[in-house]
């Protein structure tokens, strides 16, 4: 069965900072090179909610994607 992730609104900038702090965080604790691999998978794979937030700043509102786009910072 496949994880449903909540969309990120990527101009929900306390959101985006709690998933990169969460993010920032497993890289440091992770113990190995495989660990650190799992944590790239997950944070920035294809489903990973930063990645998905990044791809939805195309249809934001014009004004709102300079801001969107410095909040998530993926890519």
Known sequence: MADT???LNPLD???VTAL???ALAA???APTLAGLSQ???RVLGDNAPLVRANRA???????DRGAAGRAVGVG
């Open 57 to 63: 700043i195309g249809s934001l509102d014009p004004k």
């Open 5 to 7: 992730v909540p969309e």
């Open 39 to 41: 944590v790239r998978a």
């Open 27 to 29: 890289i440091a604790a």
């Open 20 to 22: 990169v702090d969460e």
């Open 13 to 15: 900038t306390d959101a």
